[in-house]
């Protein structure tokens, strides 16, 4: 079993910046494609991004391409989304995800953006 540990999130104001993290347990993080999706209120929750076991494999949607980058380290068992011109649009609970839809889930980190 993996536990996803979600971080980063916070208040931000339009056209800034932030880095979410996600810590991983156990010693199988490089088994599985990674992924972010978020949730707003009222929404579905949505795809953000994904990497692929090594990290040479990315893809976005595209409501955050240029703006949005996934990355990860498998030594430290860590995702990470680093998010640039973040815009209200953006804000959600945003959650880490391992494994696809019926894989493994972060409890969530919300993010803020006031304009």
């Known amino acids: 079993q993996v536990k996803l540990v979600e971080s980063g999130g916070g208040l931000v104001q339009a056209g800034g910046s932030l880095r979410l993290s996600c810590a991983a347990s156990?010693?199988?993080?490089?088994?599985?494609?990674m992924g972010w999706f978020r949730q707003a209120p009222g929404k579905e929750r949505e795809f953000v991004a994904r990497?692929?076991?090594?990290?040479?494999?990315?893809a976005y949607a595209d409501s955050v391409k240029g703006r949005f980058t996934i990355s990860r380290d498998n030594a430290k068992n860590t995702l990470y989304l680093h998010m640039n011109s973040l815009y209200p649009g953006a804000a959600a609970v945003y959650y880490c995800?391992?494994?696809?839809?019926?894989?493994?889930w972060g409890q969530g980190t919300q993010v803020t953006v006031s304009s």
């Open positions: 995800n391992g494994g696809g839809i019926d894989g493994y």
């Open positions: 990497s692929s076991r090594s990290g040479g494999s990315t």
């Open positions: 156990g010693r199988t993080f490089s088994r599985y494609a």
